[in-house]
């Protein structure tokens, strides 16, 4: 894409910033006005456009290869759609400014992993647990090229890795919710000439900003907070500022070769759920941790609802770093800890009969949207413990979901299969 100044997305947001040249603008007016400079019609909300691909000037004199700028729409200027489109071109924009870095957008989560490794290229990657999608993404990759999946939490596989290897962190982790230390990756990182990327998807900004920690690449599956209605798949590259001028041409060409675009009714919905972005993450972090803090203090007293189903809770707010103020995790978490935490029960039945006596709480995969999902997690995740629930907490009222949950375990209690 053509801009005046080359690059419009790095450059097109400078004309908001020049309006407030004493000040920093918040997360919740850039979330709608991040694009202002993109808009060329009168229109207040954002367009959608379904077309594929786009006219070339009228003038033969104007016309240049791989170049198509209209001067009526400097920043909104496309050939086809597998390299820009306007929607997305603008959902870039708006994440561009959110996560403090050029972005590029993908067709999923896993797309947008496969990119980032396919981009790097390393002959080993130290994974830990997590998402299993990203495993399986690596095992393809093992199949091509013979990539070598090592442990994270090895250190004798730590050992391994050679200069332009990566380290992949998964923070907060899937499914618990439990942080991992960036600042001791990243010096392991440095130790051993790799990258070090990280899948930010349960904590994005304002809860954490994994750049602060000279993060390379972040990842973020768009699909969940950046979506926040569960109607769009999404994947996210945000690039470390200083490494994007060199790294983005060829990864948008990497891009239009994997196919892997985001389609423009995504992007469009992309577009209209940022505009609520930081309200709907402090929402669901603030509910998520109330809960938490409820669920462990029920789990205490001896005779409760809670203690006699529930065995564990695991969320980033219990890890013990969380009580010291001057930890790595409170440092690395300033915003809180994540709407998405891991109750155990005391057995499989019981794990895979709770979620159908509850009415808040949807009994579905995934996460992030505005309703509360809850998901027994051996559904979609074959090798997690069969006794695992995972809750993605949405934008209802707290107290509500915690009513549902004294319901639903009041209806398991009665229920004769579940002992």
């Not at 996210?236 to 500022?241: D, K, M, N, T």
């Not at 707010?317 to 995790?329: F, N, R, V």
């Not at 039945?349 to 996460?367: D, V």
């Not at 707290?398 to 209806?411: N, V, Y």
Request: aromatic letters at 8%; charged letters at 25%.
């Amino acid at each position: 894409m053509s801009s005046p100044t080359g690059n419009p997305v790095l450059d097109g947001p400078k004309k908001l910033a020049a309006a407030f040249p004493n000040k920093e603008l918040s997360m919740a007016s850039l979330s709608v006005h991040a694009d202002d400079y993109i808009n060329n019609h009168q229109a207040v909300a954002p367009p959608m456009h379904v077309s594929t691909t786009f006219r070339y000037a009228e003038n033969p004199d104007d016309l240049r290869p791989w170049d198509n700028m209209n001067p009526n729409a400097p920043y909104d200027s496309h050939i086809y759609s597998r390299d820009s489109a306007p929607n997305s071109t603008r959902l870039e924009a708006v994440l561009t400014s959110l996560l403090g870095a050029p972005v590029l957008t993908y067709a999923s989560g896993l797309s947008a992993f496969h990119a980032m490794i396919v981009f790097l290229n390393p002959k080993r990657v130290a994974i830990g647990g997590g998402y299993h999608g990203c495993h399986g993404i690596l095992k393809l990759m093992k199949k091509l090229n013979g990539l070598e999946q090592l442990e994270l939490e090895s250190d004798a596989d730590l050992a391994k890795l050679q200069p332009g290897d990566v380290i992949h962190v998964e923070t907060p982790l899937n499914p618990t919710g439990e942080a991992r230390d960036l600042a001791y990756y990243r010096r392991k990182a440095d130790e051993l000439g790799c990258y070090l990327t990280v899948d930010a998807t349960f904590a994005p900004p304002p809860l954490q900003d994994p750049f602060q920690f000279g993060v390379d690449i972040v990842m973020h599956s768009g699909t969940k907070y950046f979506g926040g209605h569960s109607d769009l798949l999404c994947g996210v590259l945000a690039f470390r500022p200083d490494k994007a001028p060199e790294w983005l041409p060829e990864l948008r060409e990497e891009r239009l070769h994997l196919g892997a675009v985001l389609g423009s009714l995504e992007g469009w919905l992309g577009v209209r759920s940022l505009r609520t972005f930081e309200l709907r993450i402090k929402r669901q972090a603030e509910s998520a941790q109330k809960l938490v803090d409820w669920l462990v203090e029920e789990k205490a007293k001896e005779g409760s609802l809670v203690s006699e189903f529930v065995t564990r809770i695991q969320h980033a707010s219990q890890q013990p770093e969380a009580k010291d103020e001057d930890s790595w995790l409170r440092k690395q978490m300033p915003g809180g800890f994540g709407p998405v935490f891991s109750i155990y029960l005391k057995s499989e039945q019981q794990a895979k009969r709770l979620p159908s006596k509850l009415h808040l709480f949807h009994h579905a995969t995934s996460l992030g949207g505005v309703e509360s999902l809850i998901e027994w997690r051996a559904m979609s995740d074959l090798g997690i413990d069969r006794t695992l629930l995972r809750v993605s907490v949405g934008v209802e009222s707290w107290d509500d979901l915690r009513d549902d949950i004294i319901q639903g375990l009041e209806a398991l209690k009665k229920d004769p299969k579940a002992h």
